[in-house]
T-cell receptor
Framework: GAGVSQSPSNKVTEKGKDVELRCDPISGHTALYWYRQSLGQGLEFLIYFQGNSAPDKSGLPSDRFSAERTGGSVSTLTIQRTQQEDSAVYLC??????????????FGDGTRLSIL | KQEVTQIPAALSVPEGENLVLNCSFTDSAIYNLQWFRQDPGKGLTSLLL?????REQTSGRLNASLDKSSGRSTLYIAASQPGDSATYLCAVVDSWGKLQFGAGTQVVVTP
């Protein structure tokens, strides 16, 4: 079945490098969310896209983090000048919700990011 | 500020016993509540979504209740099986669909 697809599944990079993480949501899902799961902080919301509306970036931890969603489908999360504290699993979710929170979110398997 | 707590942090039961997992939240003005399971190295699998107007949801051996006024939700898993071993997470949902998670309960069901 066509679930949420994330790539790469694992990424190891050196401190200071930029990384791009990709999320392919379930076809037809208008809402897309990025979360981060780390040992110290648990699961944290990062950013939310709904259709063509301006994204809710309230969870991004610093201006080194940015995300875009092209054509209302695929999303890319970019981390610039990576730091060791960025090491975490980055999870993407999508839903059919129209901003009402009434539909369940479906998650990908995540990208495990390790910063050396 | 909303805080979501799950107790216990870990739970081990023999196969066949019923599981009771607790989730509490400090701000009762939630929109919905969603329960997930997470297997090691995997993403989250949605189990149940309870809308704020509902008191419970059922799916197979799973039943989740919601009491907004007391800030609690409980997930019941009947007749546990070794395949139920996983981490179970609850998340409160705001009106935009954003999730705020508890830290999870790690469950081990022994044969």
């Amino acid at each position: 079945g066509a679930g949420v697809s994330q790539s790469p599944s694992n990424k190891v990079t050196e401190k200071g490098k930029d990384v791009e993480l990709r999320c392919d949501p379930i076809s037809g899902h208008t809402a897309l969310y990025w979360y981060r799961q780390s040992l110290g902080q648990g699961l944290e919301f990062l950013i939310y896209f709904q259709g063509n509306s301006a994204p809710d970036k309230s969870g991004l931890p610093s201006d080194r983090f940015s995300a875009e969603r092209t054509g209302g489908s695929v999303s890319t999360l970019t981390i610039q000048r990576t730091q060791q504290e960025d090491s975490a699993v980055y999870l993407c979710a999508s839903s059919t919700g129209t901003g009402t929170g009434n539909q369940p979110q479906h998650f990908g398997d995540g990208t495990r990011l390790s910063i050396l | 500020k909303q805080e979501v707590t799950q107790i216990p942090a870990a739970l081990s039961v023999p196969e066949g016993e019923n599981l009771v997992l607790n989730c509490s939240f400090t701000d009762s003005a939630i929109y919905n509540l969603q329960w997930f399971r997470q297997d090691p190295g995997k993403g989250l699998t949605s189990l149940l979504l309870i809308q704020s107007s509902q008191r419970e949801q059922t799916s197979g051996r799973l039943n989740a209740s919601l009491d907004k006024s007391s800030g609690r939700s409980t997930l019941y898993i009947a007749a546990s099986q070794p395949g139920d071993s996983a981490t179970y997470l609850c998340a409160v949902v705001d009106s935009w669909g954003k999730l705020q998670f508890g830290a999870g309960t790690q469950v081990v069901v022994t044969p």
